[in-house]
């Protein structure tokens, strides 16, 4: 209770009514798959498909002789991250994995900076800048590097290290041969540890260079020292620097570039390379470490003094002109991943499934979306096991909050992506092994233009599986109608056709196993559509997708909005409280016609007294409402009851 000391007025702010539920979101979507690049097990925000192409790179080639004898559809993440966007989707989290034995990082490729350390404190040898991929994969491959130009390759990494220099200041008195000391009109940006670079105007293609021991004023101490005569009037001295610049190739085209300038071996300055661009992991630890750039790492190692031990890595120093401080030394190999996409490797769930984790840093596989509160729909594309859709949906039910899109199978043995189509009686069998009121599953695969055509000129279609578009879909639905609009009689964007195509007949039979199914209405004029909402549970009173995710819907909605009662006192006032917020969201629930009844009273009731809880509750610290709604089902059939009326009226006297 406030104490009041001293008479006066005293304003105090109270809260006496509801607080109010905000409904959370539905259309988050999260997806598990294989990618050409980009970071591993760390779930990745996209808002777009460039967001995909600029994170992980291009799709998969099942064309590529390293990707011989994988089954249709381990390509799948690319096309239906696509999917996602193109039938409405707005915010997707993907997870990429690799398969085990996939390395983060490599051994070192480029010996660099040839330099003579001999007169700084008795070191010597060559610095070696140890060059990494970010991320595992086949990607880099090849990587080169070039000195001061450009090498024309197809593909891969390419790294062009060239010579910078700024903060230009002129002598401000003459420097002789054999000097170590440079008076400078400027020490802008010197500081001990750079490297000066002497140039004389009167013959600018020729330099020295010098590694600045410490600084006195605007008096630069340098090593080794100069060997000829720069005078004060026609000479230039600048801050020496080195840049890099990454270009990822694919088919001879630059598809990612990046540039990094001012860069040092100087551990000690701030434009150090390590620093500016990010040091790999340890071997074999497939997390992405901290760094700017998103294509590689690098580690620099060198100079060691003659007594064995390892000096500090510095700036370079040359003894003459003719010994320039970056000298390309090509000596590693040209391979920096494998992404060990085998058949053998892919046939264990295990690097989709993951590892679940206490701690959220080693979650991986589809354990990693835990990570991300937000996600409510669920789907691993084009990877269809029993033991993986298995997991899914158990991680699904034990989320509470999460909904499952499973694939179909495609035909067994089917490797190529022509001709993936499988029977309806396949699908059937699939259907048999689940029974969950957390996800659903779709039939036939749908069909685009082959993206790798053999030839040009006769573009075949070419079949991935429906999870993505179907999850966009949903998202669409979500966000134009609500979560309680079934997520069926809606348009399949984005694709050319169905692999298969099911008529009313056979959809007879499978629609009430739960399996729904994917139509062509083009005859109709009216295109190619989801034609099924149903859960593969069998119990009815989940039948429907829209009825289980409404459900989620409303049950995260309450259990995040009423978080503020925890530790209230627990007596009627509180459970007046929380009756009136939840009965003013449901009363908004109601109004989009996600409730039945023509009035709130009809639609729900929320009861929170004490018929709802004993005396034990109370004592031990239990708050127990009861809520019940009056949800709408999809008007899956539509029956028109037509007779012959004889007319005419009835007249009274």
């Known amino acids: 209770m406030p104490e009041y000391l001293s008479p006066g007025v005293y304003v105090e702010e109270v809260e006496r009514g509801p607080i109010p539920i905000t409904g959370v979101s539905t259309s988050t979507g999260g997806m598990v ?24 790179g291009n799709p998969l ?56 350390l001999t007169p ?103 090593a080794p020292a100069i060997t000829g005569t720069y005078h004060h009037v026609s000479s230039l001295v600048e801050v020496w620097w080195f840049a890099i610049t990454i270009d990822l190739l694919r088919d001879g085209q630059i ?5 990094f300038h001012n860069l040092s071996t100087n551990k000690n300055l701030s434009q150090f390379v390590e620093n500016a661009i990010g040091t790999p992991p340890p071997q074999g630890d497939l997390q992405r470490s901290a760094g700017a750039s998103n294509l590689i790492r690098i580690s620099v190692s060198g100079g060691a003094k003659t007594d064995g031990t390892t000096t500090a890595i510095r700036g370079p120093a040359v003894t003459t002109s003719s010994n ?36 959220p840093a080693n979650r991986t596989g589809l354990y990693a979306l835990t990570n991300v509160r937000d996600i409510s729909i669920v789907a691993i594309p084009g990877q269809t096991g029993q033991e993986l859709q298995d997991e899914l949906l158990s991680y699904c039910e034990n989320q509470r909050y999460r909904f499952a899109i499973l694939d179909m199978a495609p035909a067994v043995g089917k490797t190529d992506w022509h001709s993936s189509d499988a029977a309806p009686s396949d699908v059937q069998v699939q259907r048999g092994n689940f029974d969950s009121k957390y ?62 195509h099911v008529d009313t007949g056979t959809q007879d039979i499978l629609n009430p196993l ?64 929380v009756k009136q917020s939840i009965s003013e969201f449901l009363v908004d629930v109601w109004r989009t016609g996600a409730l039945m009844g023509t009035k709130p009273s009809e639609a729900f009731y929320v009861t929170c007294d004490l018929t709802t809880m004993t005396q034990s509750d109370l004592e031990n610290g239990r708050l127990i409402v009861e809520i019940g709604v009056a949800v709408t089902y999809p008007a899956e059939f539509v029956i028109f009851r037509i007779g012959q009326w004889a007319g005419g009226s009835t007249v009274t006297e």
């Open 33 to 56: 798959g294989l990618a050409e690049r980009g970071p591993v097990n760390e779930p990745q925000l996209l808002t777009g498909p460039g967001d995909f192409r600029r994170t992980f």
């Open 61 to 116: 080639n099942p064309s590529d002789p390293a990707y011989a004898g994988l089954d249709a559809g381990f390509n799948a993440l690319s096309y239906a991250v696509d999917g996602f966007f193109g039938n409405g989707g707005q915010v997707l989290y993907v997870n990429r994995v690799v398969p085990d034995g996939t390395h983060g990082s490599t051994a070192a490729i480029f010996g660099l900076l040839n330099v003579d």
């Open 120 to 222: 700084n404190s008795g070191a010597s040898g060559a610095y070696q800048l140890a060059i990494s991929a970010a991320d595992p994969g086949q990607w880099p491959n090849p990587v080169m590097g070039v000195l001061n130009g450009k090498y024309q390759q197809v593909g891969g990494l390419r790294l062009t290290f060239t010579e910078e220099a700024s903060n230009a200041a002129i002598l401000t008195s003459d420097a002789n041969a054999g000097a170590t000391t440079l008076d400078l009109g400027s020490v802008v940006g010197v500081v001990p540890g750079v490297t000066l670079r002497l140039t004389d105007l009167t013959n600018p293609s020729s330099h020295e260079y010098g590694f600045v021991s410490s600084l006195a004023g605007n008096v630069a101490t340098i």
């Open 255 to 259: 598809v990612v570039t990046e540039t």
């Open 324 to 359: 320039p401080p970056l000298v390309f030394n090509n000596s590693g190999s040209n391979v920096l991943g494998d992404d060990k996409l085998t058949a053998a490797n892919l046939a264990l769930n295990d690097i989709f499934i993951g590892a679940d984790d206490p701690d």
């Open 439 to 500: 996800g659903a599953l779709y039939y036939p695969w749908l069909e685009i233009p082959d993206p790798f055509p053999a030839n040009p000129l006769n573009i075949q279609n070419v079949g991935i599986p429906p999870s993505g578009h179907v999850m966009g879909i949903y998202a669409r639905s979500d966000i134009t109608r609500g979560v309680h609009k079934a997520p069926a009689n809606e348009v399949v964007n984005n694709i050319v056709d169905f692999s298969h």
């Open 514 to 577: 739960g399996i729904n199914v994917l139509r062509d209405f083009r005859p109709e004029n009216r295109g190619l559509r989801v034609w099924g909402a149903r859960t593969i549970s069998s119990d009815t009173s989940w039948k429907y997708v829209s009825t289980r995710r409404l459900f989620i819907f409303l049950e995260k909605s309450i259990e995040l909005g009423t978080q503020w009662v925890v530790f209230e006192p627990n007596n009627q006032i509180l459970w007046v409280r």
